[in-house]
């Protein structure tokens, strides 16, 4: 009686686990209980209770961790190009590529009036979108970058609070019975694990489970014992990395292993979109400063500074670490008076390899009428008499869109990117015509530079002059759409597996209510049978003892 | 295959979610009218709807170059117009003062009559829209002809501005097509040191009017033919230009129109076949649902009560 007792506490128990995460069937093994020899031959002593065991089955468990592991991997970095991609936006409301139009054709505009203040201002205000829409994308990539850092961290605190769990579950494994529910315990914490890292577990002989990360050597629970993860890295910029007790923890897997991928990758990642943004962006500078910093504006300044420091001046220009090499070529250099009249004009010949900074500043100071200066790392021009301008000619050494000279724009990637402030200070420096020193004239109707500026919006400028900007940001689009299709595709085969191992697991494991109540009746029965037995021994005695 | 209730759910539960996420990005299609709402829904067809979009912008911009040139490129050719005009009549009053028999008296009150057409002249060729000089070249700033006048503030000559008025100013209104949208003075009205200068050819036919040199105004009337002539070639030139960009304009019309209907191919959502995709679905996931419900909720134990 006792043993049916038992067996249907363990299926009361099982139905009332029935949906219990992580929780595995058990059952009562009943065993005939020793038979005693009498004289009259071998009679049987009735049924005991040998044992309650768990029902599980240890190479589903396995596969269905290196299915959960590998979806946690793929969930983590598909949320992330999720939010990368929405930055991406539809087509044509995209911020950015409404931004790149928007610039070119303000260039165009210019080019059609090229005296008008309204149309300068309103270039200002579309470059200065763009500069925005640049700004904000990548700061918002930036953002995921600290985001994922973090998350990073917390999963990292996660692991190690689990991984002591398991380990004490394991002390109190050596020190009692085997107990199903420690060891549903230690399945939950072995999935858990999995789920954040990816892990091995091995169940050895004394019942205690020993846990590896998947793919290394490295141990994080052996016995009683759990080893600590810890994190390096800072929260944006550079590579995150994880180490166990001084070992490098390579490419982990699981949500950890998801995060950190995209957190590092720099192939799809988010340092590469970030970088694709950066080359999008400083490409779209170079160009457009190039054909600026060549152009005079309708008024002309007196002194001009470059955005660019440079923080050895005595470098060669070629070594000096500009974001932009200059190359061997001339630079043409005038200076007009106040009412726009030619005063004078000559050329500096650059060779990046031999002139520094201060060689080509002292270069341009021995040009009549022009004095040249480094101040704080930045190139400074200016004419010599205060009523003077200074007008640039073509510059066939890039030395003035490396140095931040009279451009549009001022930074060097998209993260510094802006609208000159110099420009938006006084819009009639905003370069529109191109100075002629032959001819000695600046002329306020000369479109010509904003001809050329507006052309850049369909000349193949950038990815080394194989895209136009338009096809650049497709490109970049693509890219991100291409990382985050698959990581989605990813996820939703890592589901199916998922479900396909926990469905096996549940065959094996998982509570059937009617198989349960069946039992039960079963049990009852034979509750019941054992209990008629005793009723009918009791009215046997009875007899006995009404014979006496 | 044991089968237990959890797998019930849980096999449930995925068909639900499935359906659910299917109908949300239809419905989302349906919503916004586009098919492409983030890269990774079609990134090849992102990247082309990303060059349509800016093939739309680059010929609206082209059409905006366009239209900015043709404005004072009609006001230049109706400036055109009128000095062919005035150099027309100028041309009949030489003539009628070159006639035999006039006496001095009346070649003076011709010559007035010249003098106020040379001061039309200037001021036609310094004719200016909305505050750009049309003649001056890219010197749109200043005007392009200057007079100097005697003490009865009669002109005596004229001159073009001395830093050019040929300056060419260009509109890029097609893929690699600048055309120019302005003339040079010179173009019209010849070099200030030429001979057959409008403004200096008036000069001298008052001059001889007034002096009754009857010789003089006769050497001039031929004199004319050549600045008619140059004028006429002028008016050519601007209406070419003016011809060429409605042609431009007609072929980015046709240009835009091609790449509208490719991007709305690539990214526009077919209203009425995602409509039905989307009942569709929704029949799907109505039914996943009755057979979730059908599915989870017998047990024995309702039997056995």
């Known amino acids: ?548 | 295959m044991r089968v237990t209730q959890t797998l019930l759910s849980d096999r449930a539960l995925a068909a639900l979610r499935e359906g659910l996420s299917r109908m949300a990005k239809t419905q989302n299609q349906l919503g916004t009218g586009r098919r492409i709402n983030t890269p990774s829904d079609d990134p090849a067809g992102h990247s082309i709807a990303t060059r349509l979009t800016a093939r739309v912008a680059t010929l609206d911009q082209y059409d905006r170059q366009a239209t900015a040139a043709q404005g004072p490129m009609m006001a230049t050719n109706d400036l055109l117009g009128s000095l062919s005009d005035l150099a027309g009549r100028a041309q009949e009053l030489a003539v009628a003062g070159a006639t035999g028999g006039l006496g001095a008296g009346e070649r003076a009150g011709i010559a007035t009559e010249v003098n106020q057409m040379l001061e039309e002249v200037v001021a036609v060729a310094n004719g200016s829209e909305h505050g750009r000089y049309l003649l001056g070249g890219q010197e749109t700033r200043t005007a392009p002809l200057s007079v100097t006048r005697n003490v009865n503030g009669d002109i005596t000559a004229a001159t073009w501005n001395p830093r050019g008025v040929d300056g060419t100013i260009n509109a890029t209104i097609s893929d690699g097509v600048n055309v120019q949208t302005n003339i040079g003075g010179t173009a019209v009205l010849g070099a200030d040191t030429d001979s057959t200068f409008l403004p200096a050819l008036l000069v001298q036919l008052r001059d001889a009017l007034n002096t009754n040199n009857q010789a003089a105004v006769n050497a001039v009337i031929d004199q004319f033919n050549a600045a008619t002539t140059r004028l006429g070639a002028a008016q050519a030139q601007v209406g070419g230009q003016l011809q060429a960009i409605d042609r431009a304009t007609s072929a980015n019309d046709t240009a835009r129109t091609a790449a509208k209907a490719a991007l709305s191919a690539v990214a526009d959502a077919d209203v009425a076949k995602i409509a039905v995709d989307l009942s569709q679905q929704e029949a799907v996931y109505q039914a996943a649902l009755h057979a979730a419900s059908q599915a989870i909720q017998p047990s024995l134990l309702e039997f056995l009560k």
Do not use: C
């Open chain 1, 1 to 548: 009686m006792g043993a049916a007792q038992l067996a249907q506490a363990t299926v009361g128990n099982n139905a009332a686990n029935a949906s219990t995460p992580g929780y595995s069937r058990r059952r009562v093994n009943l065993v005939e209980a020793p038979s005693v020899r009498l004289s009259g031959g071998i009679f049987g002593t009735g049924v005991q209770a040998a044992n309650v065991v768990r029902l599980r089955n240890a190479l589903i468990d396995t596969q269905r961790r290196a299915d959960s592991q590998e979806l946690n991997y793929s969930q983590a970095q598909s949320s992330i190009l999720e939010q990368v991609d929405s930055l991406l936006g539809p087509t044509g409301d995209s911020g950015l590529g409404n931004a790149l139009n928007g610039l070119f054709s303000a260039f165009g505009d210019l080019a059609s009036h090229p005296e008008d203040a309204a149309t300068r201002q309103a270039l200002l205000g579309q470059g200065q979108g763009f500069a925005d829409a640049v700004r904000q994308t990548r700061d918002r990539l930036v953002s995921m970058e600290s985001d994922g850092f973090a998350s990073v961290s917390d999963r990292v605190a996660e692991v190690n609070s689990t991984a002591q769990r398991l380990a004490d579950i394991n002390s109190q494994t050596l020190a009692g019975q085997p107990d199903p529910s420690l060891q549903d315990e230690q399945d939950r914490l072995v999935d858990r694990l999995s789920e954040l890292i990816g892990v091995r577990a091995t169940t050895r002989a004394d019942g205690t489970v020993q846990v590896v990360v998947d793919g290394t050597g490295i141990q994080l629970v052996d016995g009683a014992r759990a080893t600590a993860l810890t994190v390096s890295g800072t929260p944006t910029g550079g590579t995150v990395s994880l180490s166990v007790g001084g070992a490098t923890l390579g490419n982990p897997r699981g949500e950890i292993g998801g995060l950190l991928h995209m957190r590092n990758s720099s192939v799809d990642g988010l340092p590469a979109a970030i970088s694709k943004l950066d080359t999008l962006a400083s490409g779209v500078i170079a160009a457009v400063n190039r054909v600026h910093a060549s152009g005079s504006g309708l008024t002309l300044a007196q002194s001009v500074t470059g955005s660019v420091t440079v923080s050895n001046p005595a470098a060669t220009l070629a070594t000096a670490g500009l974001w932009l090499t200059p190359v061997a070529g001339t630079l043409n250099i005038g200076v007009f008076d106040a009412s726009g009249n030619f005063v004078s004009s000559g050329s500096v010949s650059v060779d990046p390899s031999t002139m520094s900074l201060n060689g080509l500043a002292t270069a341009l100071d021995a040009l009549p009428n022009i004095d040249a200066s480094v101040s704080g790392g930045k190139l400074v021009i200016s004419a010599a008499n205060a009523a003077n301008r200074i007008a640039f000619g073509p510059d066939g050494s890039d030395s003035l869109v490396a140095l931040g000279v009279n451009g549009f724009f001022t930074g060097t990637d998209a993260a510094s990117i802006q609208v000159s402030s110099t420009l938006q200070a006084t819009p009639n420096l905003i370069a529109a015509a191109q100075a002629n020193f032959t001819a000695g004239t600046i002329s306020p109707g000369d479109n010509r530079n904003a001809l050329a500026l507006a052309a850049l919006g369909t000349s193949r400028i950038l990815a080394g002059g194989t895209q136009t900007p338009d096809e650049a940001l497709g490109a970049f689009g693509a890219d991100v759409g291409t990382w985050a299709r698959s990581a989605s595709t990813r996820t939703s085969t890592q589901q199916a597996l998922l479900d396909a191992a926990n469905a096996q697991l549940q065959q094996t494991s998982g509570v059937n209510i009617d198989e349960g109540l069946a039992d039960m009746l079963k049990y009852w029965h034979a509750y019941e049978a054992s209990a008629k037995y005793i009723s009918t021994v009791n009215s046997m005695i009875d007899s006995l003892m009404g014979i006496l």
